[in-house]
Each structure stands twice: as structure tokens, then as C-alpha cells.
């Protein structure tokens, strides 16, 4: 065989590594957060909701930048995620198990938030390994990604089939899923991580370093338009699963992943966009999209709560796997999984928390009457999103060719 083939059916090979542990990260996700609403409905667990969803923020706080560091100094990605996937399951699993038997309220909360501190950094994580081992970020990374969401249909998908909607099946099913993960990765290379001679301050070894990231003006505006947008968002999952019921929808798990069809065929087309347009005006088509898929859902009718459901992947691709990739072309290798926990950070720990605390007492307020106001409810997340996509367009420069190499992050152009 030629070298020439040779390199390619390793490439090919490495290729699927990829894609298969993007796939079934993205199913064991599926299967927790998407029908988590309804599971905690289903044993009375309502009141429990938006603090439950506030977990994964409260942890994004803290969890993602250590391990980022840990990442980026101290072990290979790879061995990091294994140990995290392997925690995640074990969490998951006993949160379902507190739900199922009705423990206090206190401690089903509590395995939540253990479960959110093991699995927040695992996106980030995930998506250093995959970055690493690409050869065209820009080409590369949005297919790669698109399995990932496929993953989380399947995921979705499954659930419904097993009739789990609201059932703690699916949760333990996604403990099963993060146990392969952590099987996967005995199959992945190790990364290399650069070694540090220096002596570390604590402020390093907890990944606060990166807060130099948003001295550059361009990146900081980056992370406040994740984190802002972040926050509307969060009043999907908990609540549009509810409004399906409400308009006569069964299996909602099946009718949510509608929105992934949306968001794979985005990540399709970005590499293409990168290359024709600006990194700003794709930024500002998925923040104009998702004004406009709040705006339908607030119509209040089946088929346009359907469509703003569609639209919700596409809005979700353009915004975060383009900031993403932003990352990884302009942060320098030594700081990118730093740079890729810093946006967890802003996107599940800021954007999160104050979403899901401020869109359950926003959606308390149009409950107040008998039955639920929709209309005002995603109309005021319309009106919130098209706040921050005039913030974007007004805030974000970008920088010509010359300023495109990896930038450090203390001296940006």
C-alpha cells in the first residue's frame, strides 16, 4: 500500500474516533436534560424545577476551569474525560435513584448538583481533543459536531421508543451511555500536555488565569454575547416540553429533537459560511434567528411552537459552535482548553444560572392567571434575545488578516 493511502485510512480511522465520541456523548445528554422537566413534574418534584436546571450552572462555575487547567498542564484530555464520564455516570445514576424513591427534595437536589459538577466540563473537554486531532478546524469541526447532535436525537429518540418521557428509565439510561464513553476513551491517543517548569499560583491551578482572555475586546464581546444569549435559551428545555403537552403532543422528547435537524444542517453549511462570510454576520444570523423562533412560539399555536422548535438548532449552531471554533483559531494552543472552559463558564455557569432562575420566575409571572400566558412568555424571551443581538452588532469589531494568528492572551490585536 502507498503512503499516500496509508496516511488516508489512518486519517479515516481517526476520523471515526471522533465522530463515534461525539455520538455518544451527545445521546447520554440527550437522555438526561431533554425529559428531565417532565421526570421531575411526574413525581412532584415541580417546584424543584428551575433549581434543578440551575445545577449544571452553579458547576459551570467552578468544575470546567479546573479541569481545563488540569487539561492544559497537568494530564492528558483524554485520561481527564475518562475520569469525568465515569463520575457523571455514577451521579446520574444515583439522582435517578433518589427521584425514583422519593428521597428529600434536599438530596434528589443535592445528586443533581453532584452530577452537574462531574459532567459540566466534559463538553469542553471533549471539544479540546477533538480540535487537537483536527487538520482544518474551520472545515472539520462542524460536520464532526453535527454527530454529536445526531447522537442527542438518538438519545431523544430512544427515550420516547422506551416510553421514558417522564420516566427516571431515562436517566438511568444515560448513566449507561456515560459509562461507554468512559469505555471509549481506553481507545483514544493520548494528548500531549506541555509541562510547566514554573511554579503554579493557585489562581493558575484553579484555570482563573484565563479571565486574561477578555482583555482582548473582540473575545470579551464574544463571551458576554454567549453568556447573555445563554440566558433566553434556558427557557426551552424546562418549559417548551410542557407547552407541547398543553397543545394535545405525546412522546415530547421525539417532537424536542425536531429542533437537531435544524442545528446539524448548520453545522453542515459552516464550514462553507467561514469561508464566504465574516465571522460576525454568522454571529448575527443565528442571534436574528433566534428572535425570530421565540416570536413564532409565542404565536401559541401547534404549528408554530413546532417551527420555533426547528429553528432552535440552527439559532444554537451558528452562535455557539461558531464561538467555538472562534476560539480555537484565535486563542494560541497553550491556552485553548482554558479558552474552551472559560466559554463554559459564560455560556453553562453565568448565562445558565441567571436564565434558568430568571426564566422560572419570568414564567412564574405569565402563570399567575388561570392557565399559562405563552404568548407573553416567549414573546418576553424575543424581546430578550433581540436586545442582545443589537448589543452584538454594536460591540463586535473583528480584526483584518493580519491580526488572525494565534494572539496571546495578555497582548491582542
Same mark, same amino acid.
Given at each position: 500500500?502507498?503512503?499516500?493511502?496509508?496516511?488516508?485510512?489512518?486519517?479515516?480511522?481517526?476520523?471515526?474516533?471522533?465522530?463515534?465520541?461525539?455520538?455518544?456523548?451527545?445521546?447520554?445528554?440527550?437522555?438526561?436534560?431533554?425529559?428531565?422537566?417532565?421526570?421531575?413534574?411526574?413525581?412532584?418534584?415541580?417546584?424543584?424545577?428551575?433549581? *434543578?436546571? @440551575? $445545577?449544571? !450552572?452553579?458547576?459551570?462555575?467552578?468544575? #470546567?476551569?479546573?479541569?481545563? /487547567?488540569?487539561?492544559?498542564? %497537568? &494530564?492528558?484530555?483524554?485520561?481527564?474525560?475518562?475520569?469525568?464520564?465515569?463520575?457523571?455516570?455514577?451521579?446520574? *445514576?444515583? @439522582? $435517578?435513584? !433518589?427521584?425514583?424513591?422519593?428521597?428529600? #427534595?434536599?438530596?434528589?437536589? /443535592?445528586?443533581?448538583?453532584? %452530577? &452537574?459538577?462531574?459532567?459540566?466540563?466534559?463538553?469542553?473537554?471533549?471539544?479540546?481533543?477533538?480540535?487537537?486531532?483536527?487538520?482544518?478546524?474551520?472545515?472539520?469541526?462542524?460536520?464532526?459536531?453535527?454527530?454529536?447532535?445526531?447522537?442527542?436525537?438518538?438519545?431523544?429518540?430512544?427515550?420516547?421508543?422506551?416510553?421514558?418521557?417522564?420516566?427516571?428509565?431515562?436517566?438511568?439510561?444515560?448513566?449507561?451511555?456515560?459509562?461507554?464513553?468512559?469505555?471509549?476513551?481506553?481507545?483514544?491517543?493520548?494528548?500531549?500536555?506541555?509541562?510547566?517548569?514554573?511554579?503554579?499560583?493557585?489562581?493558575?491551578?484553579?484555570?482563573?488565569?484565563?479571565?486574561?482572555?477578555?482583555?482582548?475586546?473582540?473575545?470579551?464581546?464574544?463571551?458576554?454575547?454567549?453568556?447573555?444569549?445563554?440566558?433566553?435559551?434556558?427557557?426551552?428545555?424546562?418549559?417548551?416540553?410542557?407547552?407541547?403537552?398543553?397543545?394535545?403532543?405525546?412522546?415530547?422528547?421525539?417532537?424536542?429533537?425536531?429542533?437537531?435537524?435544524?442545528?446539524?444542517?448548520?453545522?453542515?453549511?459552516?464550514?462553507?459560511?467561514?469561508?464566504?462570510?465574516?465571522?460576525?454576520?454568522?454571529?448575527?444570523?443565528?442571534?436574528?434567528?433566534?428572535?425570530?423562533?421565540?416570536?413564532?412560539?409565542?404565536?401559541?399555536?401547534?404549528?408554530?411552537?413546532?417551527?420555533?422548535?426547528?429553528?432552535?438548532?440552527?439559532?444554537?449552531?451558528?452562535?455557539?459552535?461558531?464561538?467555538?471554533?472562534?476560539?480555537?483559531?484565535?486563542?494560541?494552543?497553550?491556552?485553548?482548553?482554558?479558552?474552551?472552559?472559560?466559554?463554559?463558564?459564560?455560556?453553562?455557569?453565568?448565562?445558565?444560572?441567571?436564565?434558568?432562575?430568571?426564566?422560572?420566575?419570568?414564567?412564574?409571572?405569565?402563570?399567575?392567571?388561570?392557565?399559562?400566558?405563552?404568548?407573553?412568555?416567549?414573546?418576553?424571551?424575543?424581546?430578550?434575545?433581540?436586545?442582545?443581538?443589537?448589543?452584538?452588532?454594536?460591540?463586535?469589531?473583528?480584526?483584518?488578516?493580519?491580526?488572525?494568528?494565534?494572539?496571546?492572551?495578555?497582548?491582542?490585536?
Amino acid at each position: 500500500m502507498s503512503p499516500l493511502r496509508v496516511l488516508r485510512a489512518l486519517r479515516k480511522a481517526e476520523y471515526f474516533e471522533l465522530v463515534a465520541l461525539f455520538f455518544i456523548q451527545g445521546s447520554a445528554l440527550g437522555m438526561w436534560f431533554v425529559p428531565l422537566s417532565n421526570i421531575l413534574d411526574a413525581h412532584g418534584l415541580h417546584d424543584l424545577k428551575p433549581l *434543578a436546571f @440551575a $445545577c449544571s !450552572a452553579l458547576a459551570a462555575f467552578v468544575s #470546567p476551569l479546573i479541569f481545563g /487547567a488540569m487539561a492544559d498542564r %497537568h &494530564a492528558s484530555p483524554v485520561k481527564v474525560l475518562r475520569g469525568l464520564a465515569l463520575a457523571t455516570a455514577v451521579a446520574m *445514576a444515583l @439522582a $435517578c435513584t !433518589a427521584i425514583k424513591l422519593h428521597w428529600p #427534595p434536599w438530596l434528589v437536589l /443535592a445528586l443533581i448538583q453532584l %452530577h &452537574a459538577l462531574c459532567s459540566s466540563p466534559t463538553w469542553s473537554i471533549s471539544s479540546t481533543i477533538v480540535f487537537a486531532r483536527l487538520a482544518d478546524a474551520k472545515q472539520e469541526f462542524g460536520p464532526i459536531r453535527a454527530v454529536a447532535t445526531f447522537g442527542w436525537m438518538v438519545g431523544c429518540w430512544l427515550i420516547s421508543a422506551l416510553g421514558a418521557d417522564a420516566s427516571t428509565l431515562a436517566g438511568f439510561s444515560g448513566a449507561v451511555m456515560w459509562l461507554l464513553v468512559c469505555a471509549f476513551t481506553f481507545f483514544l491517543p493520548d494528548l500531549e500536555t506541555p509541562k510547566s517548569a514554573e511554579h503554579l499560583t493557585w489562581r493558575q491551578r484553579l484555570g482563573w488565569d484565563a479571565l486574561a482572555l477578555l482583555k482582548h475586546p473582540d473575545h470579551r464581546v464574544v463571551f458576554i454575547t454567549v453568556a447573555l444569549f445563554s440566558i433566553p435559551l434556558c427557557g426551552f428545555y424546562p418549559y417548551a416540553p410542557p407547552h407541547l403537552r398543553e397543545l394535545g403532543f405525546t412522546r415530547t422528547s421525539a417532537w424536542m429533537s425536531l429542533g437537531q435537524i435544524t442545528e446539524i444542517l448548520a453545522m453542515l453549511l459552516l464550514g462553507g459560511l467561514l469561508v464566504r462570510w465574516r465571522l460576525k454576520w454568522i454571529f448575527a444570523c443565528g442571534l436574528g434567528l433566534g428572535v425570530v423562533r421565540f416570536a413564532l412560539s409565542a404565536i401559541n399555536g401547534k404549528a408554530w411552537l413546532l417551527a420555533g422548535v426547528v429553528l432552535h438548532g440552527a439559532s444554537f449552531a451558528l452562535v455557539f459552535i461558531t464561538a467555538q471554533i472562534y476560539l480555537d483559531q484565535r486563542v494560541e494552543a497553550a491556552w485553548r482548553a482554558r479558552a474552551q472552559a472559560l466559554m463554559a463558564l459564560m455560556n453553562g455557569g453565568v448565562g445558565n444560572l441567571l436564565g434558568y432562575l430568571g426564566t422560572g420566575w419570568w414564567f412564574a409571572a405569565c402563570a399567575r392567571s388561570p392557565g399559562t400566558n405563552w404568548s407573553w412568555f416567549w414573546g418576553g424571551l424575543a424581546a430578550t434575545v433581540a436586545v442582545v443581538f443589537v448589543y452584538f452588532l454594536l460591540a463586535y469589531r473583528g480584526i483584518g488578516a493580519a491580526g488572525r494568528n494565534h494572539p496571546r492572551p495578555g497582548g491582542m490585536n
